[in-house]
């Protein structure tokens, strides 16, 4: 299996993990072809793919933070069984991820990853896929050590209609298994960057923003 940077929407690559990522997320989680153009391009948004034998069997995006010391898991697609996609992806985008904390001379505190809550979105199937259901991603991420941030998390949907998606929590990976917090001011920093490339954002999103700016910790709770 490879491991296979896509850096542009002219990419045959980049086609079929849209078509993969089309058939497994909610509508409103996927961004349009055409809109993933300029993002894809950005040097500090890492696309990859897992070929096997010539075929798009998953994908990963995630991104390295020097300024605020941690990563997020934009998201981890497994499009087939029985080859250790799951385990690939990670384990070529934790050596990766270290590569950048080091480039940048820091040393990261984390990794944000949003994770969706399956007894909300039992209606969805997530292309069949097993290992994408909900509750198995679920389980696999607290394996990994990510636990909930304990707050009420929405966020604008994708599909730059505004919508506020609330299906799912915001998880965080510390780096220190020993803690059992995370700044508030952190949490709200991130989130003001990572969606400013949507400029259509709902008034629930800027109430949870607010109630961050006011708050000191926000508890990590089991998920």
Known sequence: MDYIRVTSIEDPNFAAMHEMMS?????????AFELWKEPI??????????????AIVGATE??????????????????????????????????DLRRLEKESGTESLGMFAEIYKPHAVTSLRFGNVIAMHPAVRREVLSHLGYR???FSYVHPSWDHEGKAVSELDLGFL???EDADTVDASLVSRFLKGYYS?????????????A???GADELKLSPL
């Open 197 to 209: 490339a949507l400029p259509n954002r709902p008034k629930e999103w800027d109430d949870m923003i």
């Open 148 to 150: 909930k941030l304990d």
């Open 62 to 95: 995630y991104r390295y933070y020097p300024d605020l010391r941690v990563a997020m898991t934009d998201f981890t697609i497994v499009g087939a069984s029985n080859l250790g996609i799951g385990r690939f992806l990670y384990a070529n985008r934790s050596k």
């Open 41 to 54: 391009s950005d040097p500090d948004i890492h696309v990859y793919v897992a070929v096997h034998e010539g």
């Open 174 to 176: 510390s780096a220190d």
């Open 23 to 31: 058939s497994i997320f909610p509508p409103e989680e996927v961004l």
């Open 211 to 213: 109630k961050l700016d």
